[in-house]
């Protein structure tokens, strides 16, 4: 069970001989949502569909919807969020840890894909359905790494 509680925790600190301040703090935190290793897939899997999706409508369609562009740049980030936090669940590399090279190469194609699939959808008149099969072709060969990890 999801529940958000809002509590009041009471602090002091001392400032300059002026003696204890007393202040309220107003405390956020999700109670029963564990940032698990499942929870990162989910949201990863979840956000490269989302992307991909709003990737393939931007490169086939002409209309300017800006709510597409905003789903693809949420999306995005959400990949990205996601996927460092799968490297820290799922292969417990902490910070600091250098990285293998595949996870190099998928921060990459993630960089190719993220900005220069909205910028040749935009640009490109001629060729955008071949501009999608490779922005395909990436996304599979991220998938590539990400499950055999070859180097």
Known sequence: MLTICWTLKRFSYEKEAK????GMVLKIYIRG?????????VLHYGSIIFFLS???IS???????????????IA???????GMGLILRALQIS?????????????TIWALLAIGGPVLAK??????AIAFYVSLVL?????????????
């Open 19 to 22: 003696g204890f301040l007393f």
């Open 95 to 107: 910070h600091g840890t250098s990285w293998p090279a595949w996870i190099h190469a998928k921060l």
């Open 123 to 128: 640009r490109l008149s001629k060729g955008r």
């Open 33 to 41: 949502l564990r940032m698990t290793e499942n929870f990162y897939r």
């Open 76 to 82: 995005s980030l959400l990949i990205l969020v996601a």
């Open 54 to 56: 709003g990737l393939g």
């Open 59 to 73: 490169f086939f369609t002409d209309n300017k919807n800006v709510a597409n562009k905003i789903v693809s740049g």
């Open 139 to 151: 996304a599979v060969c991220a998938a590539y790494l990400a499950v055999y990890k070859p180097f």
